[in-house]
């Protein structure tokens, strides 16, 4: 791929939409006329403040892939539609992709739960098996795809047959873990750099909308005090792709101690809105129980201090981070295609594990005896839709970039 190419587009892009888009928000519908229903016209997203988004969503498929989640779900919703009436639901984590596979102090494994719901497996399935092929393209490994895809429905297998199965720890995770280090100052350095400036009468508002949380993870976790939850500092947070426009704020809090090391860090995430998605269930709008149980049953190891408070009308979860956390990169992080095979297969039984786990207790070895069963009739047509909406992606992400580059030669 010409980087420089795309780099160019980006910042073209960042111009075009301060220009063409100001003032639009992501929940506007946005007119599609394209036939590609995966296509997003940019003319209709409002990415002014936060360019640097603009330019991930253009450097690969990939990045535009992480952002397209609830279209790319309801389109599999569109295509399976005929066999939805009969499949159960499952615990689904609703935003599989590769770049979500995560190395931490805690473990490792699929994280960021925010589009957790409940609903048929496919989605999870397809929407990982969609970002192996880019992977795969990314790195040379095109010829690999299909069979990478087969060792993640088999490590999924497996698990369903047996979900006390636990898989190898991939290579690459031994080798992440190697480079971790526990310099807390150089960590909260790198934590107040990322945490953006927030009025005084914001952060109040924010930390007595907290006490009901608080109070509950106290009721939760006995052996603390209340002054570990004190407060340090309180910002806003901008980061990541599929959730860069979501509402996020950092709480740094006393921890243990008085010592400034030994604090912690709280991240509050707006609960998102997967309204769009039809063949999901969800109680409503700001429920974040969706979120919480899902990452409870899916996770290899769940964050610690879990749970929700409800602010300025929204509801946002809450979790405490780690020291070291590491997301996979598609073009970074795997030295070979047999790296990426043993993340394949991890997530496989990952999901295979946490699809149904409690979901039908006391009744889950009949759910995953029918998910096998389910699986092995549609195989193929998950492998071939895998294959069609890989190419959907690239298409709309090649038009997404065409829409550009026509919106800044029309604001020339």
């Not at 707006?270 to 039809?278: A, F, H, K, Q």
């Not at 069609?388 to 800044?408: D, K, P, R, Y």
Request: hydrophobic content about 40%.
């Amino acid at each position: 791929m010409d980087r420089i190419h795309f780099f160019t587009k980006a910042v073209m892009l960042a111009v075009a939409i301060l220009v063409a888009s100001a003032g639009t928000s992501r929940a506007q519908t946005e007119e599609n006329d394209s036939p590609n229903p995966l296509f997003i016209d940019p003319a209709t997203r409002d990415f002014s403040g936060n360019p640097e988004l603009l330019q991930r969503i253009l450097k690969t498929p990939h990045g535009y892939f992480r952002y397209i989640n609830i279209p790319f779900s309801h389109e599999i919703c569109r295509r399976f539609l005929s066999f939805l009436p009969s499949a159960p639901s499952f615990n689904l984590h609703g935003d599989a992709h590769v770049e979500q596979y995560a190395i931490t102090d805690l473990g490792r494994g699929l994280t960021d739960f925010d589009d957790s719901s409940t609903g048929p497996a496919v989605i999870d399935l397809l929407r990982f098996g969609v970002s192996l092929r880019l992977a795969c393209m990314a790195n040379g490994w095109e010829s690999e795809a299909e069979q990478l895809y087969e060792k993640f429905l088999f490590g999924y297998r497996v698990a369903l047959t047996d979900p006390e199965t636990i898989a190898p720890e991939p290579a690459l995770v031994a080798r992440i873990k190697k480079k971790f280090k526990f310099d807390h100052e150089k960590y909260f350095v790198w934590i107040d750099s990322i945490m953006l400036p927030m009025p005084q009468e914001k952060q109040a508002a924010i930390l007595a909308a907290m006490r009901p949380y608080i109070e509950s993870t106290l009721y939760d976790n006995k052996h603390l005090k209340k002054e570990y939850f004190r407060p340090k500092k309180v910002g806003y947070l901008n980061l990541g792709i599929g959730s860069a426009q979501d509402i996020k704020f950092l709480v740094r809090i006393e921890g243990e101690s008085d010592d400034p090391y030994d604090d912690q860090v709280l991240e509050i995430k707006e609960v998102r809105d997967l309204r769009g998605i039809e063949c999901i269930t969800i109680s409503q709008k700001g429920d974040p129980f969706r979120v919480l149980v899902g990452q409870a049953r899916i996770a290899y190891e769940p964050y610690e201090f879990l749970g929700y408070m409800r602010y300025d009308s929204n509801t946002f979860w809450v979790h405490a981070w780690v020291d070291n956390y590491k997301e996979i990169k598609i073009e970074k992080s795997f030295e070979s295609v047999e790296d990426l095979q043993e993340v394949a297969y991890d997530v496989g039984v990952q999901l295979g594990r946490g699809h149904t786990k409690q979901i039908a207790a006391p009744l889950d070895i009949q759910l995953r005896r029918e998910q096998i069963r389910r699986l092995t009739l549609y195989e193929d047509k998950l492998k071939e839709t895998c294959l069609e909406l890989t190419e959907l992606v690239i298409a709309a992400w090649q038009e997404f970039e065409s829409a550009v580059a026509q919106n800044v030669n029309s604001s020339n």
